[in-house]
């Protein structure tokens, strides 16, 4: 079966300090895709990133970093000087062999001016 | 203007009465999702549907059903058999096949009194 966990429930950071959300998955796949998604307080999902699973090299995509660990099973996700326009809920998620995309439970940042 | 356009925002419901939530897309994608999210939780796949006239059950199917009579669109209607209705309902859709990542709407809201 596959799972993702988010134990970071809520997280908050003051403007500019950098900040870490974790995220671990279980799944007995071979080939798996992660991802990560932001929701604003609008509601809508917004996709931030897809990474397969032979690919563990980290992406930097302006303030926004991965570190994708198979060794840990870990896929988090690092903002850079954070701007209180970074305040949502982010959520983890995992595709495998049978296209069952599982999410997990977010976590809220709340950055403050 | 492409997307995934979901209606209404928010809407009320008495007990006990049938509700039809609506998801059009004209992104050309042929697969759609239903997602539920209740708070502090993930999102929990409800039903999808990989090609028109063909669709799947997701993990929390019960009082819940669906059509996909064109492409575009992918209603789901949320029955007096489902005993706990009050949720955040997401949409989204994606291109066939695995490990895709999929677009969402900006959701539907609904209160049963």
């Known amino acids: 079966a596959q799972k993702v966990t988010q134990a970071q429930t809520e997280i908050s950071v003051v403007e500019k300090e950098d900040v870490t959300l974790d995220c671990v998955y279980e799944t007995r796949d071979t080939t798996y895709y992660l991802f990560w998604y932001k929701q604003p307080p609008s509601g809508e999902l917004v996709f931030l990133i897809r990474r397969n699973s032979f690919d563990e090299q980290n992406e930097i995509s302006g303030r926004y970093s991965w570190n994708f660990q198979k060794s840990t099973s870990s896929f988090n996700f690092t903002i850079t000087a954070s701007q209180v326009v970074d305040s949502a809920v982010y959520f983890c998620?995992?595709?495998?062999?049978?296209?069952?995309?599982?999410f997990g439970a977010g976590t809220r940042l709340t950055v403050k001016p | 203007d492409g997307g995934i356009t979901q209606s209404p925002k928010y809407l009320f419901r008495k007990e006990g009465q049938n509700v039809t939530l609506s998801c059009e897309q004209n992104?050309?994608?042929?697969?759609m999702y239903w997602y539920r999210q209740d708070p502090g939780q993930g999102l929990r796949l409800i039903y999808y549907s990989q090609i028109v006239n063909d669709f799947q059950k997701g993990d929390i199917a019960e009082g819940y059903s669906v059509s996909r009579e064109k492409k575009e669109s992918f209603p789901l209607t949320v029955t007096s058999a489902q005993k706990n209705p009050t949720a955040f309902y997401l949409c989204?859709?994606?291109?066939?096949?695995?490990?895709?990542?999929?677009?969402f709407g900006p959701g539907t809201r609904l209160t049963v009194l």
């Open positions: 998620a995992l595709s495998g062999d049978n296209n069952d995309m599982r």
């Open positions: 992104l050309n994608h042929d697969a």
């Open positions: 989204a859709t994606g291109l066939a096949g695995d490990y895709n990542e999929q677009f």
